[in-house]
């Protein structure tokens, strides 16, 4: 069975899965495979993958089903010796108040860390940002949501995180003295669907329904 989902997506989940996999129904094999979601989209359309997870791309044929996964949400990440930097006179109280809603017009003289502008989640934040009619200073553009969080915590920037990559910086919360703040971001209530995608064309394989039923029970630590 070929399995395919995004870079970040698949070392933040696929090697679980994949174990989780092959102990339970040894007598399937697995194959991780990555790409972005146009390229997830080809394969399911050529027959070189026999399920994806990851959002929807925009050019998906009537082929292609999808069956909704989970809703991700973006949050700021910013690490404390940063946020003490920025709001020296009221660190504390900026603390409990932006676990309410940070409001991003309050970070527009902050360095950040973006995503690639092509992904989905990086839109949705565009639009908050031009209804609020604020520019962010990007220091540094790429599609590792990881890296990202350890920039953060080497005080280089602030970022944005989707919800399966939080597991990942609390990680890094477990080694490092400065840790990294998660704040939900004030009106900002577009979300990041995921689906599980298939070609209804092609054969079914042996062993997809078992996957499923994996992934669907492990992303609920990402919810």
Do not use: W
Not at 78 to 94: A, I
Not at 107 to 112: A, K, L, R, T, V
Request: net charge negative.
């Amino acid at each position: 069975m070929r399995v395919g989902t995004t870079e970040g997506r698949f070392r933040m989940i696929m090697p679980t899965l994949m174990r989780q996999f092959k102990e339970l129904y040894n007598d399937y094999d697995i194959r991780g495979i990555i790409g972005n979601a146009e390229q997830l989209r080809e394969m399911l359309e050529k027959g070189e993958l026999d399920i994806a997870f990851s959002g929807i791309s925009t050019l998906a044929p009537e082929c292609i089903e999808k069956e909704f996964l989970f809703d991700e949400r973006l949050y700021l990440v910013v690490s404390e010796q940063m946020l003490q930097k920025y709001f020296p006179d009221r660190y504390h109280e900026c603390v409990e108040e932006f676990k309410k809603g940070m409001d991003i017009r309050e970070f527009s003289e902050m360095p950040f860390c973006r995503s690639l502008p092509n992904l989905h989640c990086m839109q949705i934040l565009d639009h908050l940002l031009e209804r609020e009619e604020v520019t962010l200073d990007c220091v540094y553009t790429s599609g590792h949501f990881d890296m990202h969080q350890q920039m953060s915590q080497e005080n280089l920037a602030a970022c944005f995180s989707l919800s399966m990559y939080l597991p990942h910086l609390h990680e890094l919360n477990l080694y490092n003295d400065n840790k990294l703040l998660v704040f939900p971001i004030k009106d900002l209530t577009e979300t990041n669907p995921v689906y599980i995608l298939t070609n209804k064309d092609n054969a079914y394989v042996e062993g997809i329904d078992e996957f499923k039923d994996l992934l669907n029970n492990e992303v609920k630590n990402y919810v």
